[in-house]
């Protein structure tokens, strides 16, 4: 009960500052448009990008100095990701830097780190996750995709779904059914697959936003060396586990809220009922102090995870990354409702066509509108993705509750 | 208007599943609204829906029509909803004949025959950009020109009017504080430019603006003489808004019933997700909101056709809570269908999407509860 302290961290605004001065010289000007406008980050500029914050070493600060990073603590590590989405900058794409490297240095053979951690340092391979299947979702630990030792190799068959980026991917991690004795997760082992081995597919799947991030990965008899195992057959889920609770508080960009409320309050200045700005209506002023709330709590939610951190070490509990990931995504949700009820108002339109580069059209409604409808319908999957909201629930009830 | 007996509307709405569960299946929805032609919708279907009788199931004998009422038009609507038909029913049924049949002189009244067996196609241009949902904010001006008139305006983005063969333009007579008239506007008139957009749905529409656009004393519903439109357009507006409510209840109903299916076939942790009673609840309340929509939708419709003055609180309410229903009916079909719910491959996000415009078309909860603040007694 209050027992930490919760205050501001202000060790960090020097940082702040040199991550907002470097944004400014070298983030490409066409990318800080493209924030604003929703337009479609190409790979290669993103990857130019990419590659300038690894020659700071920043993509993987957060790594331990023995393994090449520059040893964030967490909060330094948050503080990088809300700077760079202050500056207008997309996210660093976390399937290489606080995915699969990660469980390589932890897990994985000195051969396996030199092989790849480098590579993540400077983004010189772009990596995709491989875990969800058709027929394991919420429970992955069902999953099926079979890796059947053969020689020097494993030869995998299956299928894996909802694959961000594996259109782009260099590498997949990959969890595959080893055995199919005792209990379902020991089966699991936790496998690098190279994306150019013969037998892979990669299949778009679109979104309801009409974009393209999404992906199925088929595997036909795809041999991979027995080398490309991490650590032991049948721990992958042990692995797996690891990487958990940080996929769950870095599913709650709190900078991100921020700006959505700040377009919020934009919209509704610009937006006119009656001749009058929106801005004015109670029941809107009244409608984004609750936004307010809500962020309000989320945030004091992250402040009490990073205090936590400080004291166990580095890693974040399961529990509050749980609270944090069920109440931050409702939030989120919340506040870009808030911000396509007021589109309503200028007809409900989603012209796609605006988020191709290039697009010389007419825009209908206030500038960003196709972003910002983008990200709502997007964002229909933030209580989805990342262990959906009734499995945050299930964790609390058992890890928290005894339930 | 006479109102169905319990049989024929019974027949009415067996006849639209029938029809639209054989033709118009979540594949072939598709293949209308991404077609190359364009128009977004079924111009054969729209013929066949003429051919049904649907089309004139509300308009008078004398053009053609089976006499019926909002309550007949709406259960055509829902059905739409139902399987998301994609053709401009609303635009045209309950906008733009509702404009001609309330306002028009007799000689404009008998074009609606061409509503009835298909060949004219409305849309109602009144919002306007700096409008937002209130109804008296009129910008747009119809100068006297001769017997005709100068119509100059802009228009906020309306479902159908890219496709339209005619609009229906509300603009103020003489200048800004003059009174408001009603036009028909052919689409391809010269000045009327049509900015095309596609709407959160798909749907195509189009923000349309008036360039001086010349039109003959005809034009105007009503002729010369005709009275203020204001009140005309609050009603045609509140119909407009009880007619996607219509159509939101078929949509809830579908999505629900395929939410119900999908939870009782996908199997996680060793058995089917309807087996977990949070997901029990869920589907139980995404089935109550549709229940208690679809009443309030009923009675509204009943208020309408009984000519009540309670009609228009009615209304209203039904919109509040269809509104809240399809909020939460739409985002809890994507929610239970998990990752499948967010892919275009699957009918769940076009409900989604399809419910989230209806919530907002001709006003929102918010907007409608507020007006119904306004006149609470003090």
New interface residues.
């Given amino acids: 009960m209050f027992i930490r302290s919760v205050a501001h961290d202000t060790t960090l605004d020097a940082f702040r500052e040199e991550v907002r001065a470097f944004c400014e010289e070298e983030m490409p000007a066409e990318m800080r448009l493209k924030r604003t406008s929703g337009q479609h980050i190409e790979k290669a500029e993103y990857d130019l990008w990419l590659k300038r914050l690894g020659s700071k070493g920043w993509l993987t600060g957060k790594w331990p100095k023995e393994h090449g990073g520059l040893g964030w603590s967490p909060a330094h590590f948050l503080a990088f990701c809300e700077e760079l989405g202050r500056a207008g900058s997309p996210p660093v794409p976390p399937f290489g830097t606080t995915m699969a490297g990660p469980v390589i240095y932890t897990f994985g053979t000195e051969e396996q780190k030199k092989q790849h951690l480098p590579a993540i340092m400077k983004n010189d391979a772009w990596w995709c996750q491989g875990y ?1 299947e058709p ?5 992955l630990a ?1 999953l099926k995709t079979k890796a059947v030792r053969d020689g020097d190799d494993y030869v995998v068959n299956g299928q894996k ?2 694959t961000s980026l594996a259109h782009w991917a260099d590498w997949m991690f990959c969890l595959v059914r080893t055995s199919t004795e005792g209990k379902k997760q020991q089966g699991i082992s936790f496998l690098l697959i190279d994306m150019k081995t013969p037998g892979i597919t990669v299949r778009p ?4 936003t ?1 974009g393209h991030h ?1 992906n199925e990965v088929f595997f036909d008899n795809v041999r991979v060396p027995a080398s490309n195992l991490i650590g032991e057959e049948g721990k992958g889920w042990t692995y797996a586990k690891f990487l958990l609770a940080n996929e769950r508080v870095g599913n709650v960009d709190i900078a991100k809220f921020e700006h959505y409320l700040e377009e919020l309050k934009k919209l509704l200045a610009v ?5 009058r700005p ?1 801005s004015e209506d109670p ?1 809107f002023k009244r409608r984004v102090a609750e936004l307010e709330v809500g962020l309000a709590g989320v945030k004091a939610l992250m402040a009490d995870q990073l205090a936590a951190e400080r004291e166990q070490g580095g890693a974040p509990t399961m529990m509050g990354a749980a609270a944090l990931k069920l109440r931050g995504t409702e939030l989120q949700q919340g506040i870009l409702q808030g911000l ?2 007021v589109l ?9 066509d605006a988020l191709a580069p290039g697009w010389n059209g ?1 825009p ?2 206030p500038e960003g509108s196709a972003a910002l ?1 983008y990200e709502h ?1 997007y964002r ?2 933030a ?3 990342g262990g ?3 499995i945050q ?1 299930n964790i609390i009830a058992k890890g928290s509750l005894g339930l | 208007m006479a109102s169905f007996a319990s049989e024929e509307r019974q027949l009415l709405h067996e006849s639209l599943h029938d029809f639209l569960s054989d033709r118009y299946a979540f594949e072939h929805q598709l293949k209308l609204a991404r077609s190359e032609d364009g128009c977004g919708f079924g111009r054969a279907e729209w013929g066949q829906y003429a051919e049904m009788g649907w089309l004139g199931v509300a308009l008078p004998e004398s053009v053609g029509g089976a006499d019926g009422g909002m309550t007949e038009l709406a259960i055509v609507l829902a059905a739409g909803g139902h399987y998301l038909a994609l053709e401009p029913l609303v635009a045209t049924l309950v906008m733009g004949a509702g404009a001609v049949a309330e306002m028009g002189s007799p000689e404009q009244v008998a074009k609606l025959s061409d509503v009835a067996n298909g060949k004219l196609i409305l849309a109602f241009c009144h919002a306007e950009p700096d409008a937002g949902y209130a109804r008296d904010h009129v910008m747009a001006t119809a100068m006297p020109d001769g017997d005709g008139y100068v119509l100059s305006g802009s228009k906020s983005f309306t479902l159908h009017a890219h496709a339209a063969d005619a609009l229906i333009v509300t603009g103020r007579i003489g200048g800004s504080s003059g009174p408001v008239g009603l036009f028909v506007v052919p689409r391809e008139a010269p000045g009327v430019v049509v900015n095309r957009a596609p709407a959160l749905d798909g749907r195509l529409g189009a923000a349309v603006t008036f360039e001086g656009v010349q039109l003959g004393g005809d034009a105007r519903l009503g002729g010369k003489d005709a009275a203020d439109g204001l009140a005309v357009v609050e009603r045609l507006i509140d119909r407009g808004a009880l007619a996607v409510c219509a159509e939101s209840v078929g949509a809830m109903a579908a999505v629900t019933e395929q939410t119900l299916a999908y939870l009782k076939t996908r199997e996680q942790f060793g058995q089917a997700l309807s087996q977990f009673q949070v997901l029990q609840h869920r589907v139980v309340d995404m089935s109550v909101a549709t229940e208690e929509a679809r009443a309030m939708v009923h009675a509204a419709l009943q208020a309408v056709d009984d000519g009540g003055p309670d009609a228009r609180h009615a209304i209203w309410k039904a919109k509040v809570q269809t509104a809240r229903a399809a909020r939460f009916v739409g985002g809890q079909s994507v929610q239970l269908h998990g990752g499948m719910g967010m892919t275009d491959e699957l009918a769940i996000g076009h409900y989604y999407k399809r419910l989230s415009m209806n919530e907002a078309l001709f006003g929102d909860a918010e907007w409608y509860l507020k007006q119904l603040a306004a006149d609470v007694a003090a």
């Fill in positions: 969800s027929g394991a979702g919420s429970d069902s779904i909802w799947i679109i979104a309801i009409l999404l937006t006119k009922e009656g001749g929106l029941a396509v009820d309503g108002r200028h007809g409900m339109v989603y012209q796609t007419e209908i409604g409808v319908l229909r999957a209580t989805i993705y959906s909201s009734e629930k």
